[in-house]
């Protein structure tokens, strides 16, 4: 063993491994007063390091993610094979190869680890949302879930019925390019910033993804990917959710990361849109959460609620259904569903993937301001 340890140690890139417990003293310290993330590490690192890479990977029109993952993984299986190809060559050489080997490995993973916290990580740890918006977030009466779902049925209505629909009766976007829809979700962005200057940033594109069927297998709709500062949209689901995915990830990219926050403050972007498209999008994102919830608090409320929705409505809810059901209950959905549950927990997200659902703690909250503020 010890001379295991000593052959390890004479690799000079070992000090590369220093950056696996620094990262962790960052979360560390960051779970013990998140303070200094906020006032440090948001205002001097994170923003102007994803300003840089954002600006920059958004010259490309295509995901500059899925490009260096094909790359990546051509240049790990050469490796592996180099390896390989030098053991055969030399078989006496297998110790030091292998050493080398397990060496490279964990220093490419102390550099991603490292990396992935400051240019993600750490804004788990930030201030709420709540906080910056001035929202009071506490248990809400059934009563007031559902007038919030009603209103929201009503504004589904009423948005779908000034939509186009395709030869099965389903709503589309306004455009048929979803480079065009990027830039509908960036200036509605742009339009929320300018009302909340917290939220403001640099432009960047959301990038459809070539892969989106892919995405589809692991239900996924969209990924915020850290190391390039990259919206990546998976444009095969049914058109009326893409205008909100987008706004959910730009969100990722403002720095909040928690996905109650980002489907809200998506919500909030896309009700800036001037697009009806847009605020149909955003309204059946959160009349989807508000929904089950008061299902669970009174089935009749929910049911009343259910009966006003109009015939489009339920041509595309039934329509995201059947698109989704040869996804569901399959091993890759499954497998993918519990990493990123336990993903989410690991970065200080305890509810896991029930996280989603809080953001109608975040709706009822925004809605007495609201009526507050109109009394």
Request: charged share 20%; glycine share 4%.
């Amino acid at each position: 063993m010890k001379k295991l340890i000593l052959r390890i140690f004479r690799f000079k890139r070992m000090y590369i491994l220093l950056l696996f417990p620094l990262s962790f003293l960052l979360v560390a310290l960051a779970r013990l007063d998140n303070r200094w993330v906020e006032h440090f590490f948001v205002r001097f690192i994170y923003k102007p390091l994803s300003a840089a890479i954002g600006t920059l990977t958004s010259l490309f029109p295509f995901s500059v993610t899925e490009l260096l993952a094909v790359v990546g993984f051509g240049l790990v299986i050469f490796y592996i094979v180099r390896v390989i190809i030098g053991i055969v060559k030399n078989p006496k050489s297998v110790k030091h190869r292998l050493y080398k080997l397990f060496i490279n490995a964990l220093c490419v993973l102390s550099i991603a680890l490292f990396s992935f916290q400051l240019c993600m990580g750490l804004n788990y740890y930030r201030f709420e949302a709540a906080r910056y918006l001035g929202l009071s977030v506490h248990e809400s009466s059934v009563e007031e879930l559902y007038e919030l779902t009603k209103s929201l049925a009503d504004d589904i209505n009423y948005y779908r019925q000034r939509l186009e629909e395709d030869e099965n009766g389903v709503s589309v976007l306004s455009d048929k390019n979803r480079y065009e829809t990027s830039k509908s979700a960036r200036d509605a962005y742009r339009s929320l910033s300018d009302k909340y200057s917290f939220l403001k940033a640099t432009d960047i594109r959301n990038k459809p993804l070539v892969t989106s069927k892919l995405f589809s297998a692991v239900m996924t709709t969209g990924i915020y990917i850290p190391y390039t500062f990259e919206s990546n949209i998976n444009v095969d689901v049914p058109a009326f959710s893409i205008p909100a995915t987008m706004c959910h990830e730009l969100t990722h990219f403002r720095g909040f990361m928690r996905e109650n926050e980002a489907n809200f403050l998506g919500y909030l972007a896309c009700m800036e849109s001037p697009r009806d498209d847009f605020r149909y999008s955003g309204a059946m994102m959160a009349f989807s959460y508000c929904y089950p919830q008061l299902s669970k608090a009174d089935s009749e409320l929910a049911a009343s609620v259910a009966a006003t929705v109009s015939d489009g409505v339920m041509r595309d809810l039934v329509f995201e259904d059947e698109y989704w059901e040869p996804y569901r209950k399959t091993v890759t959905a499954d497998i993918s569903n519990k990493v990123y549950d336990s993903y989410l927990n690991a970065n200080n997200q305890q509810s896991g993937m029930n996280s989603y659902g809080e953001m109608v703690d975040l709706l009822l909250a925004y809605r007495r301001a609201q009526s507050a503020e109109n009394k």
